[in-house]
RNA sequence: CGGGGCGUGGCUCAGUUUGGCUAGAGCGCUUGCUUUGGGAGCAAGAGGCCACAGGUUCAAGUCCUGUCGCCCCGACCA
């Protein structure tokens, strides 16, 4: 991609509306731009970013048995009146009666209408266990979005559903999500504190949360430094082992339910087992707010001068600046280099822009790409460019015809 | 919804306290010349219903009333 044709707009005040620093980076980045309160645009780099990391959760939901389904955001309530939570989630639900009258909704969350799904297409205990996961926009009328996408009323969420014949089914599955969340969050660089929750609105048995500690964080965590005990309540002393407990501020990323049959009772999701009695199917439900994670990974993945990506998050591989482009040859390396590396699959931002070398430099620790090749007039006069690493800046030269090589050879390690 | 802050060219803000001539700065944008290893310099230009509506006044960005929008603190949640 060429910088001078590509659609980021990035700032260099920071943005007023914004307070977090993930916010203001995002902003700044030119990844996400705000539509109102709680609603943004995601601008091209910041679609590349959430379309990584889709992926990687993807790539482990898959790994983990899951199989990807796309529901309807839009709803009927009569379903929400059917499993009682119409009333419940009556702050929250945006709705509007259709031309034909019919009371409508943009779904909230998703498990009216899958328990719904899966009640007409299962019936017998032969087609059970099944995991389903989507990933969808959920839409939240929110009574105050804040942080950028930490929380805003149209959203974007992994949310999967495990049911199976038995509780002993079920916390099998739920120990395969819970497994499958933690590879998901260590791929995403993001590092959890799982805790024991409650279930609210959700209902059920029992229910984890994944936490990324983070100063934007709207939750608040106790956590015992001596064992790693961590809990949402406000307690002094570990319960574990009797250490002093200290709070940290933290953004939930992740929150999984052992939700039993609560829904598949009110919606009579029912199969007839072995023996060919009739009984409701027990359902977990598991979700990751994907948004969420865009914003907790660059919250806990940056520096003074702008974002650090990680690298399979990353919306380019490298970046390509070529420190004065009216300069014939340092503009004919770049090219060169750039096509070598994009047909070796690799992506590229070429900075081609006639901006001075400070512009540049600023821009692409903004933008964040892992490493960049820096090619001026004085390093090309003896045959080298400069690789640079975003998180330490270190430089090294190397000859230009090893550029290509030294680069696979970064972004294999 | 309750409490607090803010709203002035694309962005960051000054000016509002104490009303007064033609509404400002820096950055960005356009054109030209010079410059080219960490957000350049000079010159010329474009761009504003001072959030919106009503009111007070000889006179309103500035005072009053209402509305809308954004941010922060609380209940809610991925």
């Given at each position: 991609?060429?910088?001078?044709?590509?659609?980021?707009?990035?700032?260099?005040?920071?943005?007023?509306?914004?307070?977090?620093?993930?916010?203001?980076?995002?902003?700044?980045?030119?990844?996400?731009?705000?539509?109102?309160?709680?609603?943004?645009?995601?601008?091209?780099?910041?679609?590349?970013?959430?379309?990584?990391?889709?992926?990687?959760?993807?790539?482990?939901?898959?790994?983990?048995?899951?199989?990807?389904?796309?529901?309807?955001?839009?709803?009927?309530?009569?379903?929400?009146?059917?499993?009682?939570?119409?009333?419940?989630?009556?702050?929250?639900?945006?709705?509007?009666?259709?031309?034909?009258?019919?009371?409508?909704?943009?779904?909230?969350?998703?498990?009216?209408?899958?328990t719904d799904l899966v009640s007409h297409?299962v019936?017998?205990?032969?087609?059970?266990?099944?995991?389903?996961?989507?990933?969808?926009?959920?839409?939240?009328?929110?009574?105050?979005?804040?942080?950028?996408?930490?929380?805003?009323?149209?959203?974007?969420?992994?949310?999967?559903?495990?049911?199976?014949?038995?509780?002993?089914?079920?916390?099998?599955?739920?120990?395969?999500?819970?497994?499958?969340?933690?590879?998901?969050?260590?791929?995403?660089?993001?590092?959890?504190?799982?805790?024991?929750?409650?279930?609210?609105?959700?209902?059920?048995?029992?229910?984890?949360?994944?936490?990324?500690?983070?100063?934007?964080?709207?939750?608040?965590?106790?956590?015992?430094?001596?064992?790693?005990?961590?809990?949402?309540?406000?307690?002094?002393?570990?319960?574990?082992?009797?250490?002093?407990?200290?709070?940290?501020?933290?953004?939930?990323?992740?929150?999984?339910?052992?939700?039993?049959?609560?829904?598949s009772?009110?919606l009579s999701a029912l199969?007839?087992?072995?023996?060919?009695?009739?009984?409701?199917?027990?359902?977990?439900?598991?979700?990751?707010?994907?948004?969420?994670?865009?914003?907790?990974?660059?919250?806990?993945?940056?520096?003074?001068?702008?974002?650090?990506?990680?690298?399979?998050?990353?919306?380019?591989?490298?970046?390509?600046?070529?420190?004065?482009?009216?300069?014939?040859?340092?503009?004919?390396?770049?090219?060169?280099?750039?096509?070598?590396?994009?047909?070796?699959?690799?992506?590229?931002?070429?900075?081609?822009?006639?901006?001075?070398?400070?512009?540049?430099?600023?821009?692409?620790?903004?933008?964040?790409?892992?490493?960049?090749?820096?090619?001026?007039?004085?390093?090309?006069?003896?045959?080298?460019?400069?690789?640079?690493?975003?998180?330490?800046?270190?430089?090294?030269?190397?000859?230009?015809?090893?550029?290509?090589?030294?680069?696979?050879?970064?972004?294999?390690?």
């Open positions: 991609m060429l910088l001078s044709k590509y659609f980021i707009p990035t700032i260099k005040e920071v943005p007023q509306e914004a307070e977090s620093i993930a916010h203001q980076l995002m902003l700044r980045a030119g990844l996400v731009r705000m539509l109102v309160a709680g609603v943004y645009s995601y601008l091209p780099s910041g679609l590349r970013v959430l379309n990584n990391i889709q992926a990687i959760i993807r790539q482990e939901m898959n790994a983990a048995g899951a199989q990807e389904l796309l529901l309807p955001c839009l709803q009927p309530q009569e379903l929400w009146d059917r499993s009682g939570r119409n009333t419940q989630m009556e702050e929250i639900m945006v709705r509007f009666t259709d031309r034909r009258g019919r009371k409508m909704c943009l779904g909230p969350t998703h498990e009216e209408v899958i297409q019936n017998s205990y032969k087609q059970l266990p099944l995991i389903l996961y989507q990933i969808q926009t959920k839409f939240r009328d929110e009574i105050r979005p804040r942080f950028g996408l930490v929380r805003s009323c149209e959203f974007i969420m992994k949310d999967a559903y495990s049911f199976d014949l038995d509780e002993n089914g079920m916390e099998l599955n739920y120990k395969l999500m819970y497994d499958a969340y933690v590879a998901i969050f260590k791929r995403l660089s993001l590092n959890c504190v799982i805790i024991e929750a409650d279930t609210g609105v959700m209902g059920g048995s029992g229910s984890h949360e994944f936490m990324v500690l983070a100063e934007s964080g709207e939750d608040t965590v106790s956590l015992c430094g001596t064992c790693g005990y961590a809990t949402t309540l406000k307690i002094a002393l570990c319960p574990q082992c009797g250490a002093h407990m200290h709070e940290k501020k933290a953004i939930e990323i992740g929150h999984i339910f052992k939700l039993g049959t609560k829904y009772h009110t199969f007839t087992d072995e023996k060919g009695a009739r009984k409701p199917i027990v359902m977990g439900c598991y979700g990751i707010g994907v948004s969420r994670a865009l914003a907790a990974i660059i919250e806990t993945n940056h520096d003074a001068d702008g974002i650090i990506w990680p690298s399979g998050i990353t919306p380019f591989d490298v970046a390509i600046l070529p420190l004065n482009i009216t300069h014939t040859e340092s503009k004919k390396v770049a090219f060169d280099i750039y096509r070598q590396l994009s047909t070796s699959g690799v992506n590229v931002l070429l900075d081609d822009r006639d901006e001075r070398s400070g512009v540049k430099f600023k821009d692409a620790d903004l933008i964040g790409i892992p490493v960049r090749i820096i090619i001026g007039t004085k390093t090309l006069s003896q045959n080298t460019v400069e690789l640079q690493k975003r998180h330490d800046k270190s430089i090294c030269a190397i000859p230009i015809e090893g550029v290509a090589h030294a680069i696979l050879k970064f972004l294999r390690e």
